[in-house]
């Protein structure tokens, strides 16, 4: 089975030695997005809904690169710096899906890359 890097300058580019997503048959696999700005590299400095909603942005922006969209999402991950951030953040990705939604995981972490509040990573499939 071929591996095929998903790019986007719509996107944050890598900042580390990874693809921004990889495409595995059906499969695409997004790296984890922070709120970071894609035309300049730096951290939105907004409250949590804020980075939330460039986090969403930024991976709407890979899925479509992938040609996917939302409601092939089949599972999301989000890591949360403070889980007192859950319902905002989860106002704001309530926006962006609909049933059936996806499963999700969410995890309390200690610190996130560029001292982000939330991060996300997904996982969708693409029917033949």
């Not at 982000?116 to 033949?128: F, G, K, Y």
């Amino acid at each position: 089975m071929t591996i095929t890097a998903i790019e986007s300058s719509q996107a944050p580019q890598a900042i580390g030695p990874y693809s921004q997503g990889v495409r595995v048959g059906p499969w695409v696999y997004l790296s984890g997005q922070i709120a970071l700005d894609p035309e300049h590299g730096s951290l939105c400095q907004g409250d949590v809904e804020e980075q939330m909603q460039r986090v969403m942005e930024n991976v709407g922006a890979l899925l479509a690169a992938a040609g996917a969209n939302w409601q092939q999402v089949v599972k999301s991950t989000l890591y949360l710096v403070d889980m007192a951030d859950f319902a905002r953040v989860n106002a704001v990705y309530a926006r962006y899906l609909s049933p059936p939604y996806p499963a999700r995981s969410t995890v309390g972490v200690a610190a996130l890359p560029k001292g982000a509040r939330v991060e996300m990573d997904v996982v969708a499939w693409l029917p033949a």
